[in-house]
């Protein structure tokens, strides 16, 4: 039996464990305020991120800050924001076992910076400690209620191998994918996508719009992956055309519903406060844009995104800069 400690309970967190849980792994859940553990570890339930699916019974409930966390696990799974990451790796580090893997579930990059979480791990965690990332269309309401979900590994093969088998399930599958950059690209630039999905949707238009801002969307995803080094295979696959489907169509995606809020009038500094949770894209959208510099590639979408979102830009103003733009092949 494979012991697992998660880190954050968020939606997404909690509903790993679940996951987890129910594959037959022991389950330690780990929360970040000994106030939210009380309430999960009394309640099994989290109404404000899974609505009435309970965590299973056999999840251990704590938060960080209790040391019993680290005991016996094989594997810690980092389920935080991206700007959460830099001051929780030291910490991490320190307690982690000998032998232990570390899995992350973000999404993003490192603010500021534009580094890989991979790249901020690693620093963290020395060359020694296995390490990979799991991504893909997984919206945490639809997995914890049982519905089928399929996600990609990446990262140390042995320990891909072993998170494969060890939450694979009748209704979540994973796969292995060997292009760890570009598994991390996809779920970062996916996000910023969403965002200007939500703001069409908020704008009143209609598939046509939303099928064309998804497929140069894309394109611009693969763009910058080609000129990262990555596998276009892999944005053609879970984490990029997958990942960026969900995300820029479904109802539970917070990415989505923050574009539609800029575009209906909300402020961007205050959409994260209004939904509730954490709104990756908005984190990583200027660090995106900047990667993308120093690669020299350019991103329309995503500096229109970055311009309606922190510049004052009206969105309705962005659509005409990306339509008027100068005629170009499709590539």
Same mark, same amino acid.
């Given at each position: ?27 330690? *859940? ?34 960080? #800050? ?7 696990? $094989? *594997? ?5 924001? $991206? ?18 893997? &570390?899995?992350?579930?973000? =999404? ?11 790249? &901020?791990?690693?620093?963290?965690? #020395? ?39 060890? &939450? ?6 994973? /796969? ?8 991390? *690209?996809?779920?970062?630039? =996916? ?18 719009? =939303? ?8 394109? @611009? ?5 080609? /000129? ?21 169509? $479904?109802?539970? $995606? ?19 406060? @209004? ?57």
């Amino acid at each position: 039996m494979t012991a697992v400690a998660v880190i954050g309970a968020g939606a997404w967190g909690a509903t790993f464990a679940r996951v987890a849980a129910l594959a037959g792994c022991d389950v330690t *859940l780990a929360c970040r305020t000994p106030q939210q553990a009380q309430m999960l570890a009394t309640t099994r339930h989290d109404s404000r991120h899974l609505g009435d699916v309970p965590l299973p019974d056999q999840v251990r409930v704590t938060h960080v #800050g209790d040391a019993s966390w680290t005991q016996g696990v $094989s *594997l810690v799974v980092i389920a935080l924001p $991206s700007r959460a990451v830099g001051e929780e790796t030291a910490r991490v580090a320190a307690a982690l076992p000998a032998g232990a893997g &570390v899995l992350s579930l973000t =999404k993003g990059l490192e603010p500021g910076t534009g580094r890989l979480l991979s790249e &901020v791990w690693r620093d963290a965690l #020395g060359p020694d400690v296995p390490f990979a990332v799991l991504s893909g269309p997984n919206h945490a309401e639809e997995i914890a209620a049982g519905q089928p979900a399929a996600a990609v590994v990446s990262g140390d093969l042995a320990l891909s191998e072993r998170v494969q088998a060890a &939450v694979s399930g009748q209704a979540f599958r994973v /796969y292995v994918n060997d292009d760890l950059a570009g598994v991390e *690209l996809c779920g970062a630039a =996916k996000n910023v996508i969403a965002l200007a999905a939500g703001m069409s949707d908020g704008l009143g238009f209609g598939d046509n719009a =939303k099928a064309a801002l998804i497929t140069r969307g894309l394109a @611009e995803m693969t763009r910058l992956g080609a /000129y990262s080094g990555c596998s276009d295979a892999t944005f053609r696959g879970l984490a990029g055309m997958g990942d960026l489907i969900a995300t820029c169509t $479904s109802r539970h $995606s917070r990415n989505r519903r923050a574009g539609e809020m800029i575009a209906t009038g909300t402020p961007a500094n205050r959409v994260e406060a @209004e939904i509730g949770q954490t709104v990756e894209g908005l984190a990583t959208v200027r660090a995106l844009l900047a990667r993308a510099e120093r690669v020299g590639v350019e991103l329309p979408i995503s500096a229109q995104v970055a311009a309606a979102a922190f510049d004052g830009r009206a969105p309705a103003e962005c659509l005409r800069v990306l339509m008027s733009r100068a005629p170009a092949s499709e590539r």
